[in-house]
């Protein structure tokens, strides 16, 4: 789903900037943006092929073994950074970082309708960028319930304290080594009745809704609504 969501952002940017659309204009003209559909394309093609709901890469274990502890779902790996694929998103973030730096990031999951701010590997360690985030996170929340015809609710608020504690989440990163101003993680439909795997009339509202909110947090960013304010 959430490549579904990169792709119709993409299509939306594109094709609003090529009509005229103000709000596309506005934000392409002043920001670059950097979308990345897949991260994991060997362990994407794999769940195309074999298995389904396969969340990992397809890299072997030493020596071309797979240990029991690299089977698991979470499994962390050896070492920070250790996949060809968390090297090239580190080498972007900190070229992006470097260079003209990283204004927005957000990492499109699912599933459970959260927006989720750092940090995520404790759940009482708080940012200072805190008060800005939630507020953003609460526009874009109601952006959403309103553009829905069922009022989709999403939660927000700090990731470990809100969802549960997370190691090796790439906003975190994103904003610790990146220094991105605004680093989210966003969860997106349902909240359990169909999990990893929604129906296929669910995925145009789960997209627009995404552009939605989306589009009014561009806004607020192009007008540098949170310039000069700390935490609420």
Do not use: C
């Amino acid at each position: 789903m959430y490549t579904a969501v990169a792709e119709y952002l993409t299509y939306k940017l594109v094709t609003g900037y090529s009509a005229g659309d103000k709000d596309a204009r506005s934000t392409l003209d002043k920001y670059d943006f950097y979308i990345i559909p897949i991260v994991n394309p060997d362990g994407f093609a794999y769940t195309q092929t074999t298995q389904r709901l396969w969340r990992k890469n397809r890299q072997p274990g030493p020596n071309g073994v797979r240990r029991r502890t690299r089977a698991s779902q979470t499994y962390k790996g050896e070492k920070p950074s250790d996949t060809p694929e968390n090297q090239g998103l580190d080498k972007l973030v900190r070229q992006l970082r470097d260079g003209a730096g990283i204004k927005l990031y957000i990492d499109w999951h699912s599933y459970g309708q959260y927006i989720l701010s750092p940090f995520g590997y404790k759940e009482t360690l708080y940012a200072p960028e805190l008060g800005k985030w939630t507020k953003a996170a609460q526009i874009v929340s109601d952006a959403i319930r309103d553009s829905s015809s069922d009022l989709t609710t999403f939660t927000f608020g700090p990731s470990g304290a809100t969802l549960y504690p997370t190691t090796g989440a790439a906003p975190d990163h994103v904003y610790s080594i990146g220094r991105a101003e605004f680093s989210y993680t966003i969860e997106l439909r349902d909240i359990g009745k169909y999990g990893f795997v929604l129906p296929p009339e669910l995925i145009r509202p789960t997209v627009e809704e995404q552009w939605a909110g989306q589009k009014v947090l561009w806004s607020l960013l192009n007008e540098e609504f949170f310039d000069g304010e700390g935490p609420a």
